[in-house]
Nanobody, 121 residues
Framework: QVQLVESGGGLVQAGGSLRLSCAAS????????MGWYRQAPGKQREVVAV???????TYADSVKGRFTISRDNAKNTVYLQMNSLKPEDTAVYYC???????????????WGQGTQVTVSS
């Protein structure tokens, strides 16, 4: 059983910082890309940042220069450092990972349970 466990959400004032973590656990062969998505009330889920297995990163325009995604492959963990937070960053943040269970399977998408980030003005 593969699980993604997130931590680090919470309530912060505008201009503050938070760091999200997401660790993959269980038995699997490899992890490809890992990323963070968010969903605000009444809105569709959107991509925030993605990091490839080799370290290449992409960001949504709305977070460029403020958020940094990183990963520790030895710990099967992805991080999201969020600085200069704005009220519009308020959302449930979800971790995603493309995981290959065995050499006989392809990569499939796995999702964390979500962690609430609330930015007050």
């Amino acid at each position: 059983q593969v699980q993604l466990v997130e931590s680090g959400g919470g309530l912060v004032q505008a201009g503050g910082s938070l760091r999200l973590s997401c660790a993959a656990s269980g038995t699997f062969f490899s992890i490809n890309a890992m990323g963070w998505y968010r969903q605000a009330p009444g809105k569709q889920r959107e991509v925030v940042a993605v990091i490839a297995s080799g370290g290449t990163t992409t960001y949504a325009d709305s977070v460029k220069g403020r958020f940094t995604i990183s990963r520790d492959n030895a710990k099967n963990t992805v991080y999201l450092q969020m600085n200069s937070l704005k009220p519009e960053d308020t959302a449930v943040y979800y971790c995603n990972a493309q995981i290959r269970r065995s050499v006989y399977t392809v990569h499939s998408d796995y999702w964390g349970q979500g962690t609430q980030v609330t930015v007050s003005s």
